[in-house]
């Protein structure tokens, strides 16, 4: 038996293929799919955008995927540690696990900011659920959006609920937490996607959603769409975050990593393009702005369906779905840290998910403070790029721009050049002219567009 199948024997592996596209696919549906991708289609040329971006996900998003993957199922140990062995076995230095040093940095980092917004999506399901946005004006559903943003306890709180809940499942370890949770949890986020779709289609502008998102109008796709396109393929996957390193570890080597790789970049696509025909009827039969940011999920729609036939409980089942999409990504973000805390020292797993969920928590704090007690502190305020920007808006900044774009380069560059050819062949389980496919892409194009994305970041 091998070291990777004795430490896989020992930690557990996914109980199939399938669960394991579930978990991945949970981890990349997240609140960006819900409003950024459907947004970003619209204003960039509908299906001229979709087709670019398909093309971006082939040449960026499904090679690294497959390369984290790799990582993590030929190290068979949190990322950071499967990084530095994978190096080793092929004679390359060791600090190539920078990758994953600052992949799992930057999830922690993430998952305390993102844990804040995924408390507002628990509370609108109350707000909801009561009848708060029925009959409600802009001026109503702002002021209830505006209050909450300025309420350090009630954030506080929300972000108390949602931490718990990516901790509860994370504690539990693969088999009872992780594979549990995103087999029930993925499954009903299609369902309820799925209705709210049914829903859209009766008011009378499903068929404009469609155009809006579909119809292929490469006039308005201009050269910032291309880039737009190439930037949200990268982080749609959940890539540099060394999560799919983490998830890779538990993956049976009899898995074929490109197969899989292409499937969940597929049901990503599908669940965006959803989102858009869930969201943009509902937008159109009110007139409404299609407005990006959160401004489109917390204000324009709680207005939409507060002024809908049957709107309270779509709108519940709305906020429910994007609760959903939210805590699937952070059981992700919180994995490779738990996983590297349980490692490395002698706590279990219960208690490596509640001191790294509980660090993460008390990170969070600032970017609540952010938001209202402490809105007028912009620590970076002397220089121009970070004018205004709140710390919230900072730890959103770093890690977006530089620490994801560079974890993901890092890791296409290790794999690309320092791995052995027959060692990716095995593991890939990949042979012939689609491994030979892969590799070039991986080796010369896959770093030039991750460039480009960093640049791109840094000065658009």
């Known amino acids: 038996m091998t070291q990777s199948n004795s430490a896989a024997g020992s930690r557990g592996l996914w109980s199939s293929r399938l669960a394991f596209i579930l978990a991945a696919t949970g981890s990349a549906v997240g609140l960006g799919n819900v409003w950024k991708f459907p947004y ?6 509908g299906g001229a955008f979709v087709l670019v971006y398909l093309l971006c996900i082939f040449i960026i998003g499904i090679p690294i995927m497959m390369a984290e993957v790799f990582i993590g199922r030929n190290g068979r140990h949190n990322p950071i ?9 092929n004679l390359a230095s060791p600090a190539w696990r920078a990758s994953a040093i600052i992949g799992m940095l930057a999830a922690f980092i993430i998952l305390s900011f993102y844990s804040v917004i995924g408390g507002w999506a628990a509370s609108y399901i109350g707000h909801s659920a009561m009848g708060d946005f029925t009959g409600g004006t802009a001026e109503s559903v702002g002021k209830l959006f505006g209050d909450l943003l300025a309420s350090p306890v009630q954030l506080l709180a929300w972000h108390t609920v949602f931490m718990a809940l990516v901790v509860l499942v994370v504690s539990r370890g693969l088999k009872g937490g992780l594979e549990r949770a995103v087999t029930i949890l993925m499954p009903a986020l299609f369902v309820l996607l799925l209705v709210v779709v049914g829903y859209a289609t009766t008011t009378g502008h499903f068929g404009e959603a469609a155009s809006f998102l579909f119809t ?18 990268f982080f749609t996957l959940s890539l540099g975050m060394a999560i ?7 993956l049976s080597r009899d898995v074929p990593i490109g197969r899989t790789a292409v499937s969940v970049a597929l049901m990503d696509t599908v669940v965006a393009l959803l989102a858009g025909l869930a969201i943009f009827p509902v937008v159109f039969a009110n007139g409404l702005e299609a407005g990006a940011g959160p401004g489109l999920i917390f204000q324009t729609l709680p207005l939409a369906f507060g002024n809908m036939p049957m709107g309270d409980l779509f709108g519940t089942l709305f906020f429910v779905l994007l609760l959903f999409a939210a805590w699937t990504s952070g059981i992700s973000l919180l994995e490779p840290v738990v996983e590297w805390v349980e490692e490395k020292t002698e706590m279990g797993r219960t208690f490596s998910a509640i001191l790294a969920g509980g660090a993460c928590w008390a990170l969070g704090i600032v970017s609540i403070l952010s ?9 970076l305020g002397m220089f121009a790029a970070f004018e205004g920007k709140t710390m919230f808006d900072l730890l959103d900044y770093f890690t977006a721009n530089i620490m994801l774009p560079l974890s993901g380069l890092l890791t296409a560059l290790f794999v690309g050049w320092f791995v052995a050819k027959e060692t990716l062949q095995s593991d890939l389980v990949m042979t012939g002219g689609a491994f030979t496919l892969w590799h070039v892409l991986i080796r010369y194009i896959t770093p030039v567009a991750v460039v480009i994305v960093f640049v791109y970041n840094l000065i658009g």
């Open 216 to 233: 292929p109008n490469f006039e308005a796709l201009t050269v910032k769409g291309v880039l737009v396109a190439l930037g949200h393929a």
């Open 244 to 250: 799919m390193m983490a998830y890779g570890s538990y």
């Open 40 to 45: 970003v289609t619209g204003e960039n040329g």
């Open 81 to 89: 540690a499967s990084f530095r062995l994978v190096a080793e076995r």
């Open 371 to 379: 938001l209202n007690v402490w809105s007028d502190i912009t620590p």
